[in-house]
Nanobody, 125 residues
Framework: QVQLVESGGGLVQAGGSLRLSCAASGRTFSSYYMDWFRQAPGKEREFVATINRSGGNTFYADSVKGRFTISRDNAKNTVYLQMNNLKPEDSAVYYC??????????????????WGKGTLVTVST
């Protein structure tokens, strides 16, 4: 069992930055690929980024590539999402997830093993 708790969301102006964190419980954190998804009001939850078990490889959705960076610290059981040059369309609830698919590509919501409860990011114009 893995429990995930996100933090770091908030209100930021367009062009600004935020760093999200996701703290995981349990001793098996390093055995999971970790992912970030987001869900805007009235829209489906969408994939944002994924990182492999060691943290050496990542994959991003086209919409965030070059602006967001996913990273992890296995010693701290934490995954991060650094978000730069934020745009109003980035406004959403951001969710952390864990999976054992062991693939670096767009992830599907149904393929995740564990989810956090989310943290709200609002980007103002």
């Amino acid at each position: 069992q893995v429990q995930l708790v996100e933090s770091g969301g908030g209100l930021v102006q367009a062009g600004g930055s935020l760093r999200l964190s996701c703290a995981a419980s349990g001793r098996t954190f390093s055995s999971y690929y970790m992912d970030w998804f987001r869900q805007a009001p009235g829209k489906e939850r969408e994939f944002v980024a994924t990182i492999n078990r060691s943290g050496g490889n990542t994959f991003y959705a086209d919409s965030v590539k070059g602006r967001f960076t996913i990273s992890r610290d296995n010693a701290k059981n934490t995954v991060y999402l650094q978000m730069n040059n934020l745009k109003p369309e980035d406004s959403a609830v951001y969710y952390c997830a864990a999976d054992r698919q062991h693939i670096l590509s767009i992830k599907m919501v149904g393929g995740m093993d564990y989810w956090g409860k989310g943290t709200l990011v609002t980007v103002s114009t």
